[in-house]
């Protein structure tokens, strides 16, 4: 009596074992995806609530460790987002697997963006153009400082502020931002400026 | 009686449908075109013998669509290309007639086929602003860790400096490339990060600082390719 029970669930624990491990990552089929707008570490991502992987440089694509099988239920959710992101949404990310659904699996991440300001002390009422690249502001002739927003600026992206036109006779230079001459990387800060001078 | 009258209408009615179908000739087809983002004049369409001049949108940004002036029949082949265009073993070697700045091309639908293949004949072009190259020459760079940005567009641009066979700096100069810039748009290149005990400053361009517009005259050169970064020891 006590053997045979003994034998039973010994033998059906071993199966249970091993049926486990077939449906646990012993699948053929390659579980991943594109990745859009990661620019850093922190985003990890999870299928059925575990076998994290991060994203890593050059943050383009993610593959999961384990493989999953045709018809496993696959659902990859979001762990933790870059530190630079507002957000991070899994396309496409709940299906049973075969070979068109783990295809279809993209994940995209929206990067915080940060304000940009240029204080034009321009007394020498000559209006100048400024740029950030291929963000073009005209700013009008003033005797009293100018504030000047340009287009918002990624979190942890580069800007450099030069003086596309400079005024006959005057010589305008660019000082502020994190590196001192008009570039720098937006940080966190909301309150990033720059600051024109002309003489 | 009744029936006798019914039959030959039947018959009518059959004929009249087959005449529908193209028992009175063969079926045409009107080749219908889509393009997207036109936004400078100079695109001419061609195909079986006619020319389309496709202008930009009233409202920039809408896609232009027509039809070429007369449709073809069934069994006819069709190329829509940019007039003048010559593809040799598969490569385009003249563009043809395009709009000033921009380059189109119909890289997801295909643009030739026989009528009569598909119910009906949809072509589709998207137009691309032409980019130019922005490059120039680092003098004097001894020290590790300049970057080069040029505004917030795109990624910076790491530069190392020149080393020889050994692995030892000399100072040479080291040839840089930004990314490509857009006809039309403004470039303004900065120093992002400063080398290692050096302060490197940028001339060139239009503005004689790094900065300027991929206008027409730069359209012209090929792009901008005069910036210079000296770069010299701090003090």
């Given amino acids: ?199 | 009686m009744k029936f006798s009258l019914a039959r030959p209408a039947l018959a009518l009615a059959i004929l009249a449908t087959l005449a529908a179908c193209g028992g009175g000739g063969k079926a045409t087809f009107p080749i219908n075109v889509t393009v997207s983002n036109v936004q400078y004049p100079g695109l001419i369409l061609s195909t079986n013998g006619m020319d389309y001049t496709v202008n930009p949108p009233a409202t920039a940004g809408q896609d232009v669509t027509f039809a070429f002036p007369n449709p073809i029949e069934y069994g006819q082949t069709y190329d829509v290309i940019p007039k003048g265009q010559t593809v040799t073993n598969g490569t385009v070697t003249a563009l043809g007639q395009q709009p000033a700045h921009q380059t189109c091309s119909s890289p997801t639908f295909p643009k030739s086929g026989t009528a009569g293949q598909l119910a009906r004949i949809d072509i589709r072009y998207v137009c691309a602003v032409n980019t130019f190259p922005l490059t120039g020459t680092v003098k004097g760079l001894t020290g590790a860790g300049l970057t080069l940005a040029n505004g917030s567009t795109y990624l910076p641009v790491p530069v190392s400096p020149a080393t020889d066979s050994a692995g030892a700096v000399t100072g040479a100069d080291v040839p840089f490339a930004m990314n490509s810039v857009p006809y039309g748009t403004t470039y303004g290149v900065t120093v992002l990060t400063q080398p290692k005990d050096q302060t490197c400053t940028v001339t060139g361009g239009a503005n004689g600082t790094g900065g300027g517009t991929m206008d027409d005259a730069a359209e012209k050169a090929g792009g901008v390719t005069n910036l210079v970064v000296t770069c010299v020891k701090s003090s």
């Fill in chain 1, 1 to 199: 009596m006590k053997s045979s029970i003994l034998r039973a669930s010994a033998v059906s624990l071993a199966c249970a074992l091993v049926l486990s491990a077939c449906g646990g990552g012993g699948g053929d089929l390659t579980l991943g995806g594109a990745v859009q707008n990661v620019t850093k570490d922190g985003l990890v991502l999870q299928n059925n609530g575990g076998d994290d992987t991060a994203v890593v440089t050059p943050y383009t694509s993610f593959q999961f460790t384990n493989r999953v099988s045709t018809d496993d239920q696959f659902n990859i959710t979001v762990k933790s987002i870059p530190s630079n992101a507002s957000e991070c949404h899994v396309n496409n990310g709940k299906a049973r697997a075969n070979y068109y659904s783990i295809y279809q699996v993209s994940v995209a991440c929206t990067i915080k963006q940060h304000a940009l300001t240029v204080t034009v002390n321009n007394p020498t009422g000559v209006g100048i153009t400024i740029v950030n690249g291929s963000d073009k502001k005209d700013v009008a002739a003033d005797t009293k400082p100018v504030s000047v927003s340009m287009s918002p600026v990624n979190e942890d992206g580069p800007y450099g502020i030069t003086v596309l036109t400079q005024p006959a006779g005057h010589t305008c230079t660019v000082t502020g931002g994190s590196t001192g001459n008009g570039s720098g990387t937006m940080g966190s800060d909301e309150n990033t400026t720059v600051t024109v001078t002309c003489a």
